[in-house]
């Protein structure tokens, strides 16, 4: 079953603004985790949250976790040209080793 | 440090052809993984390493998909014979003694 699916698909925004990607997931799970993938690149991790906890911050990004509704949301405050990539979450479940299940991705535009 | 290594960057076959791509993962890291990423879906595990053992295989199409990682430190992910749907991006990620995983350039295969 395909864990971690966010939404919207694509988003377009104007430098300055912020942007909102949510992801929802199925299962229990001990983290979940946001990565980064420029055009052509692999991914880079970007920011961690556990299940225990509520929201977590790293410079402009902004995680929340709902455990209760099984949702995620990564929030980028003040956008630039560069924030521009594929932005997927990943869930793990210890019981399944430490296997990351990735969902299908937010593809975001800032826009100049 | 040294991020992970993956070559080659490219690779065109044709269907039947056999393929095969490699990994160098960041030094130390026990962890590697190969995932398989078709375009506009994020990745998807295709086996998981620990040191020179294989601990999640599970999701490896094993009839044409191989792979090892002998010494526990280089690792060869095989494909023989290659399919059309094989055309993706292979992503070979490391991991050390925290969560985040660190991810190599990518090798795109494209299979006429």
């Known amino acids: 079953s395909q864990q971690g699916e966010e939404d919207p698909q694509a988003l377009s925004i104007q430098e300055g603004e912020n942007a909102t990607m949510n992801c929802s997931y199925k299962?229990?799970?001990?983290?979940l985790q946001w990565y980064r993938q420029n055009s052509g690149r692999g991914l880079v991790h970007l920011i961690l949250i556990r299940s225990n906890e509520r929201e977590k911050h790293s410079g402009r990004l902004r995680v929340t976790l709902d455990t209760s509704k099984k949702s995620s949301s990564l929030l980028i405050t003040a956008s630039r040209a560069a924030d521009t990539a594929s932005y997927f979450c990943a869930t793990l479940k210890e019981t399944s080793g430490s296997r990351l299940t990735f969902g299908e991705g937010t593809q975001l535009t800032v826009n100049p | 440090e040294a991020g992970v290594a993956q070559s080659p960057r490219y690779k065109i076959i044709e269907k039947r052809q056999s393929v095969a791509f490699w990994c160098n993962p960041i030094s130390g890291h026990a962890t590697l993984y190969w995932y398989q990423q078709i375009l506009g879906q994020g990745p998807k595990l295709l086996i998981q390493f620990q040191n020179n053992g294989v601990v999640d295989d599970s999701q490896l199409p094993k009839d044409r998909f191989s792979a090892e990682r002998l010494k526990g430190v280089d690792s060869t992910l095989k494909i023989q014979p290659a399919k059309l749907e094989d055309s993706a991006v292979y992503l070979c990620a490391s991991k050390g003694y925290v969560y985040e995983q660190y991810f190599g350039p990518g090798t795109r295969l494209t299979v006429t």
């Open positions: 299962t229990s799970i001990n983290n």
